[in-house]
């Protein structure tokens, strides 16, 4: 039987593959651009934390140099807190230290120091003040890793039944403070208090 030339063994005219050819990559252009531009509607500070929600690591470090008080799980219970991790080799985490010392005025403010010289830790903590309640040396950032640190700083705000609330990567910043931190810790603070 011979076939027109316009029509394969498949049964398929040769003007519609073509076509067809043509949607195909068109259609996988248009997929690639909506992928693109949703991902360009995201905030990159914004990395979903599987640990919100959940309760804080168990953990327990040793004060940093100088410091009579470590970190461990078990103080961050009983109240709202923040757990900032900080390193005196990180740029950012100067820059942000005047914003924790304003929100060590509010709640107690836990230091987490992620992979740093315990010389250069306490330095930085005499040079600068220290405005943490506890501080623990993560001196081989085990414990950054079970936190989910993606680098420093990073800023974890906990509830009273110690659990993730809220994860902060990168510095806080005045309008970070003051229309995120501080309003959802003090609504926590007020659900601790009876929810008034």
Partial sequence: MIMPESQSASGIQAPERRRF????????FIALVVLLAIGL????????????????????????????LGLSDKD??????VVNVFASWCVPCRQEHPLIQRLAREVPVHGLNYKDRPEDAARWLDELGDPYTRTGADLDGRVGIDWGVYGV?????????????????????????????LPLIRSLQRQKDGGQ
């Fill in 76 to 81: 961050l219970k009983g109240e709202v807190s």
């Fill in 41 to 68: 509607t995201r905030n990159p500070r914004e990395v979903p934390s599987p640990l919100v929600g959940r309760a804080v690591p168990q953990f327990a470090l040793p004060p940093v140099l100088g410091r009579t």
């Fill in 153 to 181: 700083p990073e800023t974890f705000v906990i509830d009273r039944d110690g659990r993730i609330a809220y994860k902060q990567i990168g510095p806080i910043t005045p309008r970070i403070l003051d229309e995120k931190l």
């Fill in 21 to 28: 050819a043509i949607a195909i990559p068109l259609l996988v």
